[in-house]
């Protein structure tokens, strides 16, 4: 099992990033997949979730600091999941990591496996 997160780096406050996860080892279809971040000195969060191609229920989850912001998806063809980040705040610099649930379910508890993590910076 794998996950590798990508897509960090600096931005201007206001300016977007995407990051990717791209997972190996096994079938993105029957899991779901969370994003999170810590910024220094603070407590890893949950931002993001989304449920598997399999779920009956394939919704998203988002934490309310970044609710309109963000947007989750996945291209189960290209065994990755990705999160948009639109309209970026300097409280948004963090640590960003992926990581995969133990089922089809984003209200499972904790993810069992995780990638390393991208850094992301808001800042002028």
């Known amino acids: 099992v794998q996950l590798v997160a990508s897509g960090g780096g600096l931005v201007q406050p206001g300016g977007s990033l995407r990051l990717s996860c791209t997972i190996s080892?096994?079938?993105?279809?029957?899991?779901?997949i969370g994003w999170f971040r810590q910024a220094p000195g603070k407590e890893r969060e949950g931002v993001s979730c989304?449920?598997?191609?399999?779920?009956?229920?394939?919704?998203?989850v988002y934490a309310d600091s970044v609710k309109g912001r963000f947007t989750i998806t996945r291209d189960n063809a290209k065994n990755a999941v990705y999160l948009q980040m639109d309209s970026l705040r300097p409280e948004d610099t963090a640590v960003y990591y992926c990581?995969?649930?133990?089922?089809?379910?984003?209200?499972?508890?904790?993810?069992?496996?995780w990638g390393q993590g991208t850094q992301v910076t808001v800042s002028s």
């Open positions: 990581a995969r649930y133990s089922g089809t379910s984003c209200h499972l508890p904790g993810p069992n496996h």
């Open positions: 989304i449920n598997s191609a399999s779920s009956s229920d394939g919704s998203t």
């Open positions: 080892g096994f079938p993105l279809d029957y899991y779901a």
